[in-house]
C-alpha cells in the first residue's frame, strides 16, 4: 500500500510559479510511475504529466506543455511539478497518483493506469 501526500499548492497570481511536491509512503517507490492530475471546479479529472521510474521519461498535457515541468527524486521518494507562466485556467486541485510498472521508461497518461491517489492539494491562480 502507497501513501501519497502533496503540497505545495496555494494562491498565486498569473504568470507566477508554483511548485508541488508528493511525498511517497509504504511502497518502492521507484517502482512506480509517477503522474499529476487535476480537476479544474465543475470539471472532471484531466491528466497533466507523468514521469517513468527513471526519471528520463516524461509527457505532459498539451495544455501545460512548456510551462511544468515534472521530476522525481527516488531517494527521496518524492515527485514534483514545477509549474511556471501560470494562467486563471490551471486553477483546480491538484493530484499526485503511482502506477506500478515493470518497465524503466514506462509511464501512464490516463487515470486508470493509476493505483494510488493522494488526497489533492489546491492551486488557485488569480487573474
Known amino acids: 500500500q502507497v501513501q501519497l501526500v502533496e503540497s505545495g499548492g496555494g494562491l498565486v497570481q498569473a504568470g507566477g510559479s508554483l511548485r508541488l511536491s508528493c511525498a511517497a509512503s509504504?511502497?518502492?517507490?521507484?517502482?512506480?510511475?509517477m503522474g499529476w492530475f487535476r480537476q479544474p471546479p465543475g470539471k472532471e479529472r484531466e491528466f497533466v504529466a507523468t514521469?517513468?521510474?527513471?526519471?528520463?521519461?516524461?509527457y505532459y498535457a498539451d495544455s501545460v506543455k512548456g510551462r511544468f515541468t515534472i521530476s522525481r527524486d527516488n531517494a527521496k521518494n518524492t515527485v514534483y511539478l514545477q509549474m511556471n507562466s501560470l494562467k486563471p485556467e490551471d486553477t483546480a486541485v491538484y493530484y499526485c497518483?503511482?502506477?506500478?510498472?515493470?518497465?524503466?521508461?514506462?509511464?501512464?497518461?490516463?487515470?486508470?493506469?493509476?493505483?494510488?491517489w493522494g488526497q489533492g492539494t489546491q492551486v488557485t491562480v488569480s487573474s
Open positions: 509504504g511502497g518502492t517507490f521507484s517502482m512506480y510511475a
Open positions: 497518483a503511482a502506477g506500478r510498472t515493470y518497465y524503466t521508461r514506462s509511464y501512464y497518461n490516463t487515470a486508470d493506469k493509476y493505483d494510488y
Open positions: 514521469v517513468a521510474w527513471s526519471g528520463g521519461s516524461t
